[in-house]
């Protein structure tokens, strides 16, 4: 049904732009192209020509008109039908609105099929055997694990740095939070929800760290609140819902390489600072310190 209507509407088209060339010729009347001699039957044949133009569209239409099979019963147009009894200029704008509406609501509806015969023939299963019946052990989930085991995880971290000082804190029942002295360079502290990181800030060695409304309040100190928005991308980074562990200690390495951020001068450009701020950056893979305009 689509086809054939797009061919009756194609065919109105161009009989339209037929007659509408005839009313043009018949505007401009004889012209300069015409010639001298014989201008007028050269206009008339023009007008012949384009007559037979539209005789010819015409039965384009009409051929195009009795293919279509005309609709059961009349169509309910609900309150457009009011639209043609309009006769400011502006609101009869409002038909064609609508005409466009209907298209783009049936081009949803047709692509949302298509997507719904799509998926229904995929299990979307995450095991690359659609046909194994062998129920796959189910993965731990590194925010729902017990305050004993993230206790040991963060015990033996805090084995591995001598000159990182780590406290267990838990204000909220079993979720805990961790506070970082870090020689004395910086304070952090890092709410965890379970071994999952959720939000780390850092501090001024002065700062005060101990509350916990004070978790949610930055250092006065530009250095530190760069620090803290580095901290937010490695906690991001490092994220890992299978290996937890290894994600919590692998971030707790990468802080750790701030207790030269002092000391140690940029790797690209070999400053110490720069807008008057240390290397605040550090690269994840290496830990080697980079000024947030040099780490690109």
Known sequence: MTEPLHTALSAIKELRSSVGQIFESLSGGVRAEHGVEGRDAKYLLEL???????????RDVEAAINVLTPPAGPFNLG?????????????????????????????IREHSNLAANLLSHNALKRSYSTNSTKRRRPL??????????????????????????????????TNVILHISLSRVLKAAIVFKGLMIEWVIVKGFEEALDDVDDLWTESRHKVF????????????????????????????????????????PCKKCGLHLHNSLPPTWRDFRTLEPFHVECKH
């Open 48 to 58: 012949q020509d384009l007559l037979n133009a539209v005789t010819m569209n015409l």
């Open 79 to 107: 309150n457009s039908s009011f639209l043609s009894q309009e006769t400011t200029q502006d609101r009869q704008a409002l038909y064609s609105q609508l005409v466009n509406s209907y298209k783009w609501i049936d081009k």
């Open 140 to 173: 731990t989930s590194s925010h729902n694990v017990l305050p004993q085991q993230v206790d040991q995880a963060l015990q033996a971290i805090d084995r591995n740095f001598n000159d990182m000082t780590l406290k267990i804190w838990r204000p909220f029942a």
């Open 225 to 264: 609140q760069q620090v803290r928005d580095h901290t937010h991308s490695a906690m991001l980074h490092f994220y890992s819902p299978t290996l937890p562990e290894l994600a919590v200690r692998s971030f707790m390495t990468w802080i750790h390489s701030y207790i030269t951020l002092f000391s140690d």
